[in-house]
């Protein structure tokens, strides 16, 4: 057997679960592959890596939000428990690869493919917004593309929920959302401090619609504070010529740096892009 980053021994068992492979290591814990020895099926299980209370607290407003939500865009979320002091995630286990590896660089993917792709997104986004549920991480490798064309929306840890009172909004894991991974899909009031809406989602929606259109990111910087300049003070990039003009108008939209001239939640934007001839 061999040993994963948290310390897990792949063929070990957890709970009702079989360790398999080790999926990826981020910055607040490590997923596995691993096999419900009960339901016989395939899941994905995250592990915090730290073991304080905040930690704990983290994965468990992220489990959830995440519950909340039933949409087939969306990863579900099975159940969480601990092993040792660690909190552990129980998610679906989604076969395919992330946006980001599947956008090709610098071209782009054809127009009704990337369409296919951002209904999907969006749609699961509205159903998020219309549960007042942010994502405030949404970016192309947060998004999975199985070998159909069918779209998971991933990782809701830096979630929260768009009414007062209803989580603690200071222990979210902000010091993630000042990297480098998320800085290009961050809106500019995010960058200026302010808190997350919705319209901060459409921004970052808009981010991705460019990237999977272009084959690039509307905004670029040699370092996340030129990034972080790019975003505050300068137009986006133009489009390939061969992106329908209604097309350019909606993501040009999504992009306004005044957060009251975009989609007010991505409700609106899925009903302006269900418009766009195919």
């Known amino acids: 057997m061999h040993t994963a ?21 981020g910055g607040m814990g490590t997923v596995y592959a691993a096999r419900d020895r009960v339901l016989r099926r395939s899941v994905a299980i995250k592990v915090v890596d730290r073991a304080d209370a905040a930690a ?35 998610m679906e ?3 395919g690869r992330p946006l980001s590896a599947v956008i090709p660089r610098g071209v782009g993917l054809p127009v009704e493919t990337a369409l296919h792709y951002a209904l999907q997104i969006v749609d699961a986004v509205a159903h998020a917004h219309a549960r007042h549920v942010v994502h405030r991480d949404l970016k192309a490798a947060n998004v999975m593309i199985d070998a159909g064309g069918a779209v998971k929306v991933l990782d809701f840890g830096l979630a929260i929920c768009d009414t007062a009172g209803d989580v603690d909004t200071q222990t979210t894991r902000v010091e993630s ?47 996340k504070y030129e990034l972080a300049a790019s975003i505050l003070e300068r137009p986006p990039a133009p489009l390939p010529g061969r992106v329908p003009a209604v097309l350019r108008r909606i993501v040009l939209r999504c992009l306004e740096k005044g957060a ?15 418009e766009v001839p195919a």
């Open 177 to 223: 959302a000042s990297g480098a991974g998320t800085v290009p899909y961050m809106a500019p009031e995010i960058l200026q401090g302010r808190r997350a809406s919705p319209r901060s989602d459409v921004w970052a929606l808009g981010v991705l619609l460019h990237e999977m259109l272009a084959g690039a990111r509307p905004f670029e910087g040699g370092t």
């Open 56 to 90: 704990r607290r983290a994965l468990l407003r992220e489990a959830r939000l995440a519950a909340s939500l039933a949409h087939p865009a969306i990863c579900g979320v099975h159940e969480v428990g601990c092993v040792g002091r660690r909190p552990f995630i129980v």
């Open 260 to 274: 009251d001239d975009r989609f007010p939640f991505a409700g609106p934007l899925a009903a302006a892009l269900d």
């Open 5 to 25: 980053a948290s310390g897990l021994l792949i063929g070990q068992r957890l709970g009702g679960y079989r360790i398999d492979a080790l999926l990826g290591v």
């Open 93 to 95: 286990r989604v076969d």
